[in-house]
Nanobody, 126 residues
Framework: QVQLVESGGGLVQPGGSLRLSCAAS????????IGWFRQAPGKERERVSC???????YYSDSVKGRFTISRDNAKNVVYLQMNGLKPEDTAVYYC????????????????????WGQGTQVTVSS
């Protein structure tokens, strides 16, 4: 059974850091591009970062320079290191697998992603 599980969310003060993990079971993450999305109340789900099958990384302008995506193929985990967190980063964060046709790049639209985790809440507040 294909499953993605996010972890690492929590409550952090502005300027703080969190590292989210996306662990896979039932398949190898290195065969897929992996996207990190977030969704705040009343807002659309947006892609914040992605790592392609080829290892290229992408970031939204709102997180560039603060977030870093990486993968550990041996552990079958993709990470999202989040530094310099801001209140506007508050959201539920999801990881998802890009469709198999994507190799050198990552799709922006959530509709191009197939399997999703259940999400982990990140709250940035003083």
């Amino acid at each position: 059974q294909v499953q993605l599980v996010e972890s690492g969310g929590g409550l952090v003060q502005p300027g703080g850091s969190l590292r989210l993990s996306c662990a896979a079971s039932g398949f190898s993450l290195d065969y897929f591009g992996i996207g990190w999305f977030r969704q705040a109340p009343g807002k659309e789900r947006e892609r914040v970062s992605c790592i392609s099958r080829g290892g290229d990384t992408y970031y939204s302008d709102s997180v560039k320079g603060r977030f870093t995506i990486s993968r550990d193929n041996a552990k079958n985990v993709v990470y999202l290191q989040m530094n310099g967190l801001k209140p506007e980063d508050t959201a539920v964060y999801y990881c998802a697998t890009a469709g198999s046709k994507w190799f050198y790049t990552c799709p922006i639209s959530a509709t191009e992603y197939d399997d999703w985790g259940q999400g982990t809440q990140v709250t940035v507040s003083s």
